[in-house]
Structure formats: structure tokens, C-alpha cells
């Protein structure tokens, strides 16, 4: 059952929070491929046991975001875009999301920016770097935050909140620790430039202790939640 899976993440992150002594991290519950009556009942599963949170939920495809929340428009849901996002689909995402995970070029910032919907509160936004340079992933360098953060910062209509990775997946832990590391450093230091950065989204269903232990404020999990994708 959904809510029992969340009983068993919601302590694992209370666990590793209280072990690294650090403030509760927040959990983006990852959606995609999953069909609406899930969602419909994590969400009310965490209301049960966070009375007044509202629960996140991350998608990697606009449109099929876009059908989901069409069916569940009665629910006070918070939308993350974890995935890619293309430029011709800025319109559509500046207006469906309360959270873009994967800005990564500046052309994509005055897409989302124009698109925002005037009278909505700013859209989120963070910045995805490709920390361990793989060239099968979408991320910007690391010498490349400064000046994204800086376009981002400058767009009223967008919030810059900090930084997203999905460093490789090595089986070596120390690896992936190495990157980890490496993202906070990056975040600390986007932080002191820009006070307003506060997020740090990293690790996911099997690394969720490490991710936690080394600088995570937000943890994407999918299948520890939901079960292997069919």
C-alpha cells in the first residue's frame, strides 16, 4: 500500500536528518508514468499524517503532467518539471508548474519568464548541473551557474531557489559521495551571493541517507514509493 511505503520514507528521512544533524528534507514524491489515482492517494495518505502539507509531486513530460492535473483539479497539489524541458514547451510549463528542476540555459530562463502567467506568484526555479559530465544527461558545467543565476535572479516573474543534479549512478558509493559533495560546495556557494537559495535536490530512492548526509534539502523518490514501473 501506498500509505505504508510512505510511512517507511518518511522515516528514513527523518532518521537520516536527525543522524546528519540537519532540518527536515522535503520529499518530491516522482509521479511520472504513474496514473492520477496515485497520486490522488499519496496525496491524501500524507495529509493523514502531515495534516496542512501539501504534498509535491515530480513529472518529467509537460503534457502528461497537464493530463493528470486535468483530472485531479480538486486537489491543492505542488507540481515539480524533473524532466528536460524544451523550449517550445516553456509556454505550456511556466504556466502548469510551481517548480522548473532543469533550467539549464539561458534561453530557457526568457522563455519562462515571458511565459509566467501575470498575476501568479513567481515560478521556482532550479538550476540543473551535470556534475559528473556525462554526455548522455541534459545539466549545465559548473562554470555555467553563475551566469544562469544571475539571468534567473534579474526575471521578476521567477524565483531562483538553488540547485538540482543526478550525479551517475556508480556502485561505488564513494563516487557517488564525491558528487554529492561536490553539488553542495556549489550550492553554498550560490547561497552566498543570492539569500534567497534554499534548495538542494538531490538523491533518490536507493541513496536517499548519502544524498541526505551530504547537503540535500529535497530528495526525489519514485519507486520506493510507488513500486518498479510496469
Given at each position: ?98 517548480w522548473i ?91 552566498t551571493r ?37
Amino acid at each position: 500500500m501506498l500509505a505504508n511505503a510512505l510511512h517507511d520514507i518518511l522515516q528514513r528521512l527523518d532518521n537520516a536528518a536527525r543522524n546528519a544533524s540537519r532540518p527536515q528534507v522535503r520529499l518530491l514524491a516522482v509521479s511520472k508514468t504513474r496514473p492520477a489515482t496515485a497520486v490522488a492517494e499519496l496525496a491524501q495518505a500524507l495529509r493523514l499524517v502531515q495534516p496542512g502539507c501539501v504534498a509535491a509531486f515530480g513529472e518529467n513530460y509537460v503534457q502528461e503532467a497537464l493530463a493528470k492535473q486535468a483530472s485531479l483539479g480538486g486537489l491543492a497539489l505542488e507540481w515539480h518539471l524533473i524532466g528536460h524541458l524544451q523550449s517550445n514547451k516553456a509556454r505550456d510549463a511556466a504556466a502548469a508548474f510551481d517548480w522548473i528542476q532543469t533550467v539549464d540555459r539561458v534561453k530557457l530562463v526568457a522563455a519562462l519568464a515571458t511565459h509566467r502567467p501575470a498575476g501568479r506568484v513567481p515560478l521556482n526555479v532550479l538550476i540543473q548541473v551535470n556534475i559528473d559530465d556525462e554526455t548522455s544527461k541534459h545539466g549545465c558545467a559548473p562554470g555555467d551557474i553563475d551566469a544562469l543565476a544571475a539571468a534567473i535572479a534579474s526575471e521578476p516573474s521567477l524565483r531562483l531557489r538553488g540547485l538540482m543534479a543526478i550525479p551517475a549512478p556508480h556502485p561505488d558509493v564513494e563516487l557517488r559521495r564525491v558528487a554529492f559533495r561536490a553539488m553542495k560546495t556549489l550550492f553554498d556557494g550560490l547561497a552566498t551571493r543570492y539569500p534567497q537559495v534554499d534548495t538542494l535536490s538531490m538523491g533518490m530512492s536507493d541513496d536517499i541517507e548519502l544524498a541526505i548526509k551530504e547537503g540535500a534539502t529535497m530528495v526525489r523518490v519514485g519507486t520506493a514509493l510507488f513500486g518498479p514501473r510496469q
